[in-house]
């Protein structure tokens, strides 16, 4: 008989889950504290875009094999595996991972269990997180439970969700005893027999591994960012420089774009969040980089708009300013710590008029900033501006030319914030065009 899934939390992480548990053959249940949401999904209707989830959410929502609630009591002994996808996010003191919606899912399900069950993290959780939590079922489980626990870290990226969780680069499970490891087998032996890597080991190194990630990610951005700010002062050409240095294998040319830096939903929360528990376990030394990591990404936004406002010959008040992008990055309409989001109302903060568009971010943004002006579309962002900023690298936006904007800009300069306009092209055609890592 098909395992029976329930996933809590029904955000990036758990819808796109409980959509692919369900296409790969499981009866699944979401479950969310977020009645809207969870009504919205039960109609088959997705709250944030994310490529190719929409199809499958409906397509499973019309089967019968996906199906929503707020009822823990629903789930606790339907399912025989329970993956919790909730939030970790930044505690409000800024100080480490907020954890009460992990904590608060895993005694939902323990105080109800009564029959064997195995819980599964997905959340991205401090170390030590998975014992802490063993501890607390081992405590208020009722006496007829059996429920096993394993740490099963997600590595999906926003824009590839449905193809990461179908077919990841690897999987991770940290588990104690052998149930845990037999049961996810099952889950993904569509993976696995397309020889995907899975790697079992202790909780510790589950938790680790997926923080570890993220940290590496973010240190390869900063890395060529602060090669960047080099560059920026005495010249050279800093995507040369990440072709050359991305041939050595060892090194490898993805996550060397210079740019605005790194945002969304993860990576700068999860290098916060590692330093806080370093700290917390004595070791505040130990990831003092990730310290500067963070710093050197933050400049990023400070360098644009000092940039702008030396292209505008210091008359940031008042200009005409089109921002093209406010998403951390494209195909996603998320504007979570967005780099391209922070520099737009810096440079609103600063007097300038600023006219935003983004093709999916607009509406996440005007709920963050509804003093900023939104454009619906990107004629109407670009016209008669003094500077036009390209800051997430939507197609539409990679794709423009000079003879797109010529006609409609005030003035012909442009910050090319991602690297991906061909700068001479633009030269030619008589602009002022910048791009991160240029001397100016
Ligand atoms: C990231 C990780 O890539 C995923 O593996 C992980 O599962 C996820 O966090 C998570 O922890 O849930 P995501 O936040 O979707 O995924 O975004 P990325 O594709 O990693 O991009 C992060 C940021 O780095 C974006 O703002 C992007 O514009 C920026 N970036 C990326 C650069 O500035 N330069 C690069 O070369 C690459």
Redesign the pocket.
Known sequence: MSLKISVIGTG??GATHAACMAELGFDVIGVDIDAAKVAALSRGNLPFHEPGLPELLRKHVDSGRLRFTTDYAEIADWADIHFIGVGTPQRADGHGADLRFVDSAVHELTSRIRGSALIVGKS?VPVGTARRLRGIIDTEAHSEANIALAWNP??????FAVA?TMRPDRLVIGAEGGTAEALLREVYAVALAAETPLIVTDFETAELV?VA??AF?AT??SF??SFAEVTETIGGDITTLADALGHDIRIGR??????????????PK?IRALQARVSELGLSHTMGYLAEVDEINLRRRERVVRLANSMLSDKLVGARIAVLGVT??PD?DDVRD??ALDIAVRLFNAGADVLVYDPKGNNNAAERFPRLHYANDLPEAVAQADLVLLL??WAEFKALVPADLEDVVAERRIIDG?NVLARGQWEDAGWEIVGMGQHH
């Open positions: 990036y992480l991205t997600e590595f999906l990226r926003e824009g990461d997926k990630a993220n990610l390869k951005i060529i960012n993805k996550f060397l774009n210079a740019g605005v830096g790194f945002g969304g939903g993860c990576l999860d951390f990055k996603s967005s780099p997430t690298e991602r």
